[in-house]
């Protein structure tokens, strides 16, 4: 199960912090990731971070092109949670954003790969 939380509403260039909490024994071995959704359109890739000791997935980070530079994903492994530190807010990233999990052999950025996803949490962004 994942629990997603941080939204809220913010004035451009503003900030805001994401976080989702897997309430898994470990996430050895899974990526989670962030998509978001706005109204009339269609889920899109936001964010990914893998945990694995053994494969090529270990820490990787992927990050669509619209949020390269100003989104920040990164977690705390003891606690089974990711951040998504989103800066530089613009009118665009409005959203709900959603967490969600997958193997880490899957394709981080494909929707349907994730197997599990959080209820999101409203990002709304004010010119």
């Known amino acids: 199960q994942l629990q997603a939380s941080g939204g809220g509403l913010v004035q451009a260039g503003g900030f805001l912090r994401l976080s989702c909490t897997a309430s898994?024994?470990?996430?050895?071995?899974?990526?989670l990731g962030w998509f978001r959704q706005a109204p009339g359109k269609e889920r899109e890739f936001v964010a990914a971070l893998g945990w694995s000791t053994w494969s090529r997935g270990y820490g990787t980070t992927y990050y669509d092109d619209s949020v390269k530079g100003r989104f920040t994903i990164s977690r705390d492994g003891l606690a089974n949670t990711v951040f998504l530190q989103m800066d530089n807010l613009k009118p665009g990233d409005t959203a709900i954003y959603y967490c969600?999990?997958?193997?880490?052999?899957?394709?981080?950025?494909?929707?349907?790969?994730?197997?599990?996803w959080g209820q999101g949490t409203q990002v709304t962004v004010s010119s």
């Open positions: 898994t024994r470990t996430l050895n071995g899974y990526r």
């Open positions: 969600a999990l997958q193997g880490i052999s899957m394709d981080a950025r494909r929707a349907d790969d994730y197997d599990s």
